[in-house]
């Protein structure tokens, strides 16, 4: 659609270590068609200054999305659509940088959608107004990463002997709400969009990124493809509009995050 419009601004130097991006997407006239958004490794504070998206549940039931939310880690596919005109801002986390926001585990969060709205008072209409916020937030609460965890981001679980390794994932969970592995598997996942040149949902283009994002055959792909998105490649290409395409191909890159 022509009146859709997504953009992505850098963090102010004092957010750097938490925030890699902050977002805006709106959409005057939206298809109403249903979103299947890729994983991508982060956490997002998200604000719907326009009407809500809806979610599909577990239990197959649409759900309005709170006004303010924390959006936790995804392992498993997020269905939207949308409800009415749309104007989203957000920020978007590094893996490990939401843990000082939220307060507490990321794990209680993954896969979860936190209703922020009370918690959020007058909450923030413009993105300079949500970058104002979170730097009260970060100057007030004194927020801090956790030096492990932000090395091991580039590093190779096995460079670790194994108590390292448990008290790792354990801090992995915590900190950024999945554990290493997975964190991996999502990024490896994320790559195949990166390395797509046009994706039309052509199978053997899917195959050749899948194999230079780290994949070792078709199978292999087609699995992550119904863990994280619930459709075939071909599928995904041929549904994609709106948010869901904006996210996945204009979105930050993954290749440096995470040692595949």
Known sequence: MADDVYEEMPPPPRLADFVRRFWTYRAEAPSGVVQRIVPDGCCELIVHIGAPYEELGADGAWRLQPEVLFAGQLTRPLVLRPTGPVH???????????????????????????????EMAEPPRTLPRLTDRLVRRHDDEAWSVDP??????????????????????????????????????????RQVFERAEHLDGAAGQWFKAGLEAGYFDQPHIARDFRRFLGCTATDWARQQSELARALS???YKTVREVTV
């Open 88 to 118: 989203v801002i957000a920020a978007r986390f590094r893996p490990d940088g939401a843990r000082p926001l939220f307060g507490r585990p990321l794990r209680e969060a993954t896969d979860r959608r936190v209703d922020l709205t009370d």
């Open 249 to 251: 191909s204009e979105s």
């Open 148 to 189: 492990v965890v932000r090395s091991a981001l580039t590093a190779h679980p096995e460079e670790l002997d194994p108590a390292g390794r448990r008290a790792l994932q354990r801090a992995f969970l915590d900190r950024v709400g999945v554990s290493a592995q997975t964190l991996r598997s999502i990024h490896r996942f």
